[in-house]
DNA sequence: GTCTATACGAAGATAGAC
DNA sequence: GTCTATCTTCGTATAGAC
C-alpha cells in the first residue's frame, strides 16, 4: 500500500526513473512560471529552458494544459505544508494570499488555468478545479463550522455558504490585486473575517 | 457634439459605412459567443461564423485581442441599459450575475480576459479591465456610501473596501458557479447583504 | 475604404528513427 | 526515453483588387 498519490494529474511512467525525471521537470517548470508568468510560456521554450525538446515534455505528459496542471498542483502541495489545523477559516485564506503575493507568476498560472478549465467542456484542467474548489469549500466550511460552534463566527448563515463567499473573496481580490497592486489583498481579506462576527 | 463614444476600443473606419459594419460584425460576434463559448473561436472561426475572411476582422480590429475586448465591451453595453440609481450595490451585483446566468458563453469570455489582462504586462485586455474594476468598483462604492449614510449598511467598515469585497465575491462566485452549477449563484450572493447589514 | 488572397512564423501535437 | 521531422492551426502582416 505504497500508492504514493502525490498527483493524480498526468499519470505516465511508473517506473522510479520517470518518477524522478518528472518531479525534475516540474521542479524547473515551477521556477520558469515563477520568473517569467504564464505568459510566453510555449511547450517550446519551457523546454528550452529545461533543456530538453518539446516533444519529451509530452512524452511525461499528454498536453500542454496537464502539464500547467501538473506545475500548479506541485508547486501548491510543496507550499501547503502549513497545515495549522486551528487557524481560522479567514487565516487560512490570508496566509495562503500572503504567499502567493510573492509569486505573481502562480496566481498568474492560476488565473489562467481557472479560465481554461471555464471554456472548455471536458479536459484535465476542469476536471482538477472542479475538485480542488470542492476541497477548499469544504475544509474552509469545516472550519467556519467550528468557529460557529464556538461562538466566534455567525450562525445565522449556513457554513457552505459563508465558505463559498470566502474563497470567492479570496480569488476575486487576488485578481484585482495583480490589475491593480493599490488593492491592499491582505488587509481587505483580513476584513472579511469582520463580517462574519457574530451579531 | 455628435462624437458618438460608444466604444473607445478598437479605433478604424470613422465612416458610416465603416462604424456600421463594425457594429454588424459585433453583433454577429455576440452571437457566436453566446453558442459555443469562448473557446473554439480562433479569428478563422469567428470570421467563417459572420461570413468574411479573417483578413476583414483584422481591418476593423488591430488584433484578436481587441476584437474580443470590443466583442464583451459591446455585449456589456447592451444590456446595462437598467441603470436604476436607486438599487442597492447588492441588487446590482444580483442582476448583473442573474444576467449572466443565461449567457454562459458571455461568462467564459469576461473570464478569459481577464486572465489575458492578468498575463500580459501591457495590452487591450489589461487597459481595460484595470478601468473596468476601477469603474465598478467606485460605483459600487457610490451605491454603499449612500447605503451606509441611510443606515442601511454598517459603517464600520470602508465603503471603498466593501466595494473590492462586493465586485470580489461576485466574479468568483460566477467562477465557481461555472465549474459546478450546484452553486445557487443568485441565492448566495444575495446572502452577502445580511454581511452587510449594520450592527 | 473595404475586402480578399496569400505568406510567414510560432504554436500544440504526432510519427517514427535512434 | 529522447530526439528530429512533420502536420495542422493559429495570429499577424502585406499586397493588391474593387
Redesign the pocket.
Known amino acids: 500500500m505504497d500508492s504514493d498519490p502525490e498527483s493524480v494529474i498526468g499519470r ?2 511508473s ?1 522510479a ?2 518518477v524522478a ?1 518528472r518531479k525534475e521537470i516540474l521542479d524547473r517548470a515551477i521556477e520558469v512560471f515563477a520568473e517569467r508568468g504564464a505568459d ?8 528550452e529552458a529545461i ?17 500547467l496542471v501538473a506545475v500548479y498542483d506541485h508547486a501548491e502541495q510543496l507550499r501547503s505544508v502549513t497545515d495549522d489545523p486551528g487557524a481560522s477559516a479567514v487565516e487560512v485564506m490570508v496566509d495562503a494570499a500572503t504567499r502567493n503575493v510573492g509569486v505573481p507568476g502562480m496566481v498568474q498560472l492560476y488565473s489562467t488555468l481557472v479560465a481554461t478549465a471555464i471554456e472548455e467542456p471536458a479536459g484535465e484542467a476542469k476536471d482538477f478545479f472542479t475538485r480542488r474548489f470542492d476541497v477548499v469549500r469544504a475544509e474552509s466550511a469545516r472550519r467556519l463550522r467550528e468557529e460557529q460552534a464556538a461562538g466566534r463566527v455567525r450562525d445565522d448563515i449556513d457554513a457552505d455558504t459563508l465558505a463559498a463567499m470566502l474563497v470567492a473573496v479570496s480569488d476575486g481580490l487576488q485578481t484585482q490585486w495583480l490589475l491593480d497592486p493599490a488593492i491592499d489583498l491582505r488587509e481587505t481579506l483580513s476584513l472579511f473575517s469582520a463580517l462574519l462576527a457574530p451579531r
Chains 1, 2 share one sequence.
Do not use: C, N, W
Not at 40 to 46: C, D, Q, V
Open positions: 505516465r511512467g517506473y526513473k520517470g525525471r510566453g510560456t510555449s511547450l517550446r521554450r519551457i523546454a533543456g530538453v525538446s518539446h516533444a519529451t515534455l509530452l512524452h511525461y505528459f499528454d498536453s500542454r494544459e496537464q502539464l
